[in-house]
């Protein structure tokens, strides 16, 4: 991860920080990287408030539990960001959310449900 040199058109370039994205060790780094955040600081913290927790690489979801503490979801959002380069984009809480290939919501009997979903942009180019 020091000596990652690339071209992009007629230019060459030396990467300085990180691994090569798009190299087959790049998505399990990130995600080892990120975990020990996870386990070592978001966990410990705040576990008492996630009732679920999940991330697939770069995507996570959870269901929060503000419990008697109104202003630790905002704590939790810096914590987040709070580790190395990487930066996340925390969304607003909500009932519902579009999250992968999945539709969660939260229905009036208070359970998690789920439907699959489809980006609109999607054309659907397999066989």
Known sequence: MR???FEFGDC???QLIGSAMGTPVAVQTATIYYAYH???VLI???GRHLQYYGRFIDDATGAWNDLDDPEAFDRFCEDVNDFGILRWEVEERCNQIDFLDLT????????IMTKTFRKPQ???QYP
């Open 38 to 40: 996870e386990i070592t």
């Open 3 to 5: 000596n990652n040199i």
């Open 122 to 124: 999607n054309i659907y």
């Open 44 to 46: 410990p913290k705040y």
């Open 104 to 111: 969660i919501w939260i229905n009036k009997e208070n359970r």
């Open 12 to 14: 060459k370039f030396k």
